[in-house]
C-alpha cells in the first residue's frame, strides 16, 4: 500500500497496465487526475509479478468517513485468481483501520465482472447516473 504517488518505476508499470485495459484514456490525463487526488490522500494497493504491476487499486477520501474506490484492474492474464477480491479486501480493511465508514464505487454495465465483485463483496447498489460511455452504476458499502 503507498500513499500518494507510487515510486517512479512502480507508476509507470500502473499506468502502462491502466492503458492497456483502458486504452481510450491519456496517459497525461490520467497522472494529472492522481496528482489531483493527492491532496485527498490518494492511496494506492499494487498487486507485482516480480518488478511489474499486474493489478491495482486506488482511492482517496471523498469526505469525512467516506472512501472513494476510484481506479483499479487486473492484466487480463492474472485475471480469474483472485487479485481483485485480495487488493479490494486490503482496501477496506485499511478504510476500517483508518476511520472509514463507507466506501463508494462507480462502474459501467460494460465492466461485469466488477459490478459482480463489488457486489459479492457486499457493496449495494445506490444509484445511476448518466455518464459519459453510458450509464454509470453507483455502489456503496458500510464499513
Not at 9 to 34: C, G, I, K, W, Y
Not at 71 to 98: K, S
Not at 115 to 143: A, M, P, S
Request: charged fraction near 20%; aromatic fraction near 12%.
Amino acid at each position: 500500500m503507498v500513499t500518494g504517488l507510487p515510486s517512479a518505476p512502480l507508476l509507470q508499470s500502473l499506468l502502462d497496465l491502466h492503458l492497456t485495459v483502458f486504452p481510450n484514456q491519456l496517459r497525461e490525463e490520467v497522472l494529472a487526475e492522481m496528482r489531483y487526488y493527492q491532496n485527498r490522500r490518494l492511496t494506492v494497493w499494487l498487486a507485482r509479478c516480480h518488478d511489474r504491476v499486474i493489478g491495482y487499486k486506488m482511492g482517496y477520501e471523498r469526505k469525512e468517513g467516506h472512501f472513494y474506490s476510484w481506479l483499479g484492474c487486473v492484466e487480463p492474464d492474472y485475471r480469474g485468481h483472485g487479485v481483485a477480491t485480495r487488493l479490494m479486501t486490503e482496501q477496506h480493511e485499511w478504510c476500517r483501520h483508518n476511520g472509514y465508514r463507507a466506501v463508494r464505487t462507480q462502474t459501467y454495465n460494460q465492466w461485469r465482472s466488477m459490478l459482480l465483485l463489488n457486489i459479492r463483496q457486499g457493496f449495494d447498489i445506490i444509484g445511476t447516473q448518466q455518464g459519459t460511455y453510458g450509464l454509470v452504476i453507483v455502489l456503496e458499502k458500510k464499513l
